[in-house]
T-cell receptor
Framework: QKEVEQDPGPLSVPEGAIVSLNCTYSNSAFQYFMWYRQYSRKGPELLMYTYSSGNKEDGRFTAQVDKSSKYISLFIRDSQPSDSATYLCAMSGGDSWGKLQFGAGTQVVVTP | NAGVMQNPRHLVRRRGQEARLRCSPMKGHSHVYWYRQLPEEGLKFMVYLQKENIIDESGMPKERFSAEFPKEGPSILRIQQVVRGDSAAYFC????????????FGDGTRLSIL
């Protein structure tokens, strides 16, 4: 079993819809949770960075962490075609201090 | 450009040759991380370095791979005697300090082995 599970998609939504992404994990020592966006042939771009459980909002993006369920989510409101990319969840903590454990990434397509 | 700089962007090598990948961290960042992304797979941690020190190399293959981050100059990931299975995208990330600080990535080096 992988430490971090993420549905690879693709996830197709119409422009303006809410995109809902999630990851589950098995290591209860993880404390830091990140979401990255990766366009084709580019490096991952940090979108959200959260510590422990709770919600964090930044513009159209909301990240949620539920440590009791080992489940994290990213919501993108008012999605745009430019949001079409692969979204990667990543986490660290415990023995993984300093090294990120990534999900496989979810490909998102926002259609005009 | 204040971001993480990697070069070359593309590198082609024949089997048995050496590959050297370079990474200059963001200004003010003293911690560097290397990750590998194989086709259809996620990013996998390889090594974590601070200036002149290897902090964690638990993701590095035991043979042919080495990494350094000297006092002056970029971090180098070196692959000796490359094989076809080394073909991948290699990403470097940096952070201002270690452990819990967010990591920022470069655009990677795409290594192709003929």
């Amino acid at each position: 079993q992988k430490e971090v599970e993420q549905d690879p998609g693709p996830l197709s939504v119409p422009e303006g819809a809410i995109v809902s992404l999630n990851c589950t994990y098995s290591n209860s020592a993880f404390q830091y949770f990140m979401w990255y966006r990766q366009y084709s042939r580019k490096g991952p771009e940090l979108l959200m960075y959260t510590y422990s459980s709770g919600n964090k909002e930044d513009g159209r993006f909301t990240a949620q962490v539920d440590k009791s369920s080992k489940y994290i989510s990213l919501f993108i409101r008012d999605s745009q075609p430019s949001d079409s990319a692969t979204y990667l969840c990543a986490m660290s903590g415990g023995d993984s201090w300093g090294k990120l454990q990534f999900g496989a990434g979810t490909q998102v397509v926002v259609t005009p | 450009n204040a971001g993480v700089m990697q070069n070359p962007r593309h590198l082609v090598r024949r089997r048995g040759q050496e590959a050297r990948l370079r990474c200059s961290p963001m200004k003010g960042h003293s911690h560097v991380y290397w990750y590998r992304q194989l086709p259809e797979e996620g990013l996998k941690f390889m090594v974590y370095l601070q200036k002149e020190n290897i902090i964690d190399e638990s993701g590095m293959p035991k043979e042919r791979f080495s990494a350094e981050f000297p006092k002056e100059g970029p971090s180098i990931l070196r692959i000796q005697q490359v094989v076809r299975g080394d073909s991948a995208a290699y990403f470097c990330a940096s952070s201002i300090s270690g452990g819990d600080q967010p990591q920022h990535f470069g655009d990677g080096t795409r290594l192709s082995i003929l």
